[in-house]
């Protein structure tokens, strides 16, 4: 498990995040970050995301 620190410290994640902005977070995050897995809920959608 390795966290890319430099990415969530310039990737706060916004309290009241809407769903696009939590899906596209999450894409990100998946690319630069392995820290933790997608939430199973947002996966598909993140998928979906990459294309
Ligand atoms: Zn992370």
Not at 33 to 39: G, T, W
């Amino acid at each position: 498990m390795r966290i890319n620190e430099a990415w969530h410290k310039a990737n706060v994640m916004p309290k009241n995040a809407t769903l696009d902005q939590r899906i596209l977070r999450h894409a990100e995050h998946a690319k630069h970050c392995a820290c933790r897995p997608v939430p199973p809920p947002l996966l598909e959608l993140v998928e979906k995301h990459e294309g």
